[in-house]
C-alpha cells in the first residue's frame, strides 16, 4: 500500500467531509474506517519524518532502464553523491539512504528529505527517465514546495539529450549539463551559495555542531569583507 504524506489530516479534508455526508450509511461506515486507517497510518510515518536529520540536497533519478540494469543517470547520480558527501554535505540518495528501509516504508524517508532539502538535482539522460513514476513524483512534489514561497532550487541536469525535450514544467528552470567537464565544480558551488541562503533550520556536518547553512553563510560574510 503505498501512501503520500502530507501534515493535513484526512479527517479534515473537504471531500472527506463531503463523501460522508452524501454517502449511504453503510458506505459512510466504510469511509469512516478506512480514513482511520489512513490517519493512524499517517500519524505513524510522521513520527518518523519528525525523526530524520535535515538534508542539504536531495538527488532524484531513475535507477533501472527497462531491462533492469544501472542507468547512466544512476552513475552519474551516485558520482555527485560522493563528491557531494566528501565536500560535506548532507545528502539525499535513495540507494545509499534507503539501504536499511523496507520498501513499503520509503514514503517517510522521501518526505522528511524533500521537505528539508533546499536544493533538489534531477539527473536525467533520456525524457521518459524524467518521466519515470518515482522520479516525476519526487520533482513534482518539490515544485509545489517551492510554488509555497520556500526557499528551495531545483535543478535539472542532463546530459546525451536536448533539454528542450525535458517535461515542461522543468523548461524555466536553470539547466545543468552534467557532461560539462567543470560541472561538478559548478554544481558544488551553486549549491554552497543555495544552502547558505536557506538560512532557516540547522544542518549539521558534524563538526562542533556548526551547520553547514550557518557555516557557508559565514563564509558568505567573510567574503564579501
Known sequence: MYFRINRDSILDDKHYAAAIKYASKEAAASFQKRAQEIERIS??????????????????YKKTSEDGSATQDSKVARKLYFHLKEKGFKVFFAEETLKSVGGEK???????????????????SKREYFDAMWVKNEWRRYLVLMSQGLKKTLIPTYFEMDPYHMPGELRNLQAMNAADFTFQEDITEIIRKKV??????????????????????????????
Open 43 to 60: 500519524q505513524d510515518f510522521l513520527k518518523i519524518v519528525d525523526k530524520e536529520p535535515p538534508y542539504d540536497v536531495f538527488i532524484s
Open 106 to 124: 520509503y514514503e517517510p524517508y522521501i518526505f522528511a528529505a524533500l521537505s528539508s532539502a533546499p536544493v533538489m538535482v534531477l539527473i536525467g
Open 196 to 225: 547558505a541562503d536557506a538560512k532557516d533550520g540547522q544542518i549539521s556536518d558534524g563538526t562542533q555542531g556548526v551547520s553547514l547553512r550557518d557555516k557557508y553563510a559565514q563564509k558568505e560574510k567573510v567574503d564579501s569583507i
